[in-house]
């Protein structure tokens, strides 16, 4: 994941709290939270430009509001 000094990667971009990313701490990709749950479509729309690719969002965020998911 690129690095941003702007940007913390252990952040959710959307409402700031920690996002549990395994990547940003140091963790095989594939023990994140977000491989196994469905990713909400309207938050990763809402997602900041600059942010992408650099800053993942939190299981709070992530969760679908209604059926709009989809996996990440």
């Excluded at 940003?24 to 600059?50: I, T």
Aim: with cysteine.
């Amino acid at each position: 994941m690129p690095t941003d000094p702007l940007i913390d990667a252990s952040r959710c971009p959307l409402c700031g709290q920690p996002n549990q990313c395994a990547i940003s701490a140091g963790l095989p990709p594939n023990s994140c939270w977000c491989m196994q749950a469905p990713v909400s479509q309207d938050a990763l729309e809402r997602l900041p430009a600059d942010a992408r690719g650099k800053a993942c969002i939190c299981p709070a965020c992530a969760r679908p509001v209604a059926d709009d998911s989809t996996p990440a």
